[in-house]
């Protein structure tokens, strides 16, 4: 492993409990785990810090009606762009301005949802070869089954003449 002098080995692990603080090499071991814990938490501090961001505009949305990800997709078709952290912040310390910010939210997943159903009436989906041939399947199935309708309503007639 790569070498720290004996004297940072030590100071960083003043405070271990037990010989872990004090017998260099037992502290070598103990100061390099704990130096690999700082780093990989201070990446979860980053993803948690998010999370209860996220958390706290969800709430402040669904308290006016917009579920958390419809309320970020009409900020985006407003063209607002407040992070999670300012929206968490005002969520919880300004709920009369949030409301404004949720009323323009849910106007942006108006629109939003509006122009969805426009390009969907200008473009419909194509329909792909294999349920095509199904559908053509179907359809010729359904006539066959009233071509041999019609000639058994047919025999039938004849029969009773």
Not at 19 to 43: F, H, P, S, T
Not at 84 to 110: D, H
Not at 113 to 137: T, V
Request: hydrophobic share 40%; glycine share 6%; net charge positive.
């Amino acid at each position: 492993m790569g070498g720290m002098a004996k004297d940072k080995i030590l100071e960083l692990s003043k405070g271990f409990r037990g010989r872990r603080g004090n017998c260099v090499n037992i502290a070598r071991r103990a100061v390099e785990k704990a130096l690999q814990y700082a780093y990989r938490d201070r990446r979860v501090k980053k993803r948690e810090l998010r999370s209860s961001w996220i958390l706290a505009v969800n709430a402040g949305g669904r308290e006016h009606g917009v579920k958390y990800s419809e309320f970020i997709w009409g900020l985006n078709a407003q063209n607002i762009t407040l992070n999670r952290k300012v929206l968490s912040e005002i969520a919880q310390t300004e709920p009369y301005s949030f409301k404004v910010v949720a009323g323009l939210a849910q106007k942006g997943v108006e629109q939003m949802k509006k122009a969805q159903e426009e390009y969907a009436k200008s473009h419909p989906r194509p329909i792909s070869p294999i349920l095509l041939l199904k559908q053509r399947a179907d359809a010729d199935l359904v006539a066959i089954t009233a071509a041999k309708a019609e000639k058994a309503r047919a025999a039938k007639l004849a029969e009773e003449q």
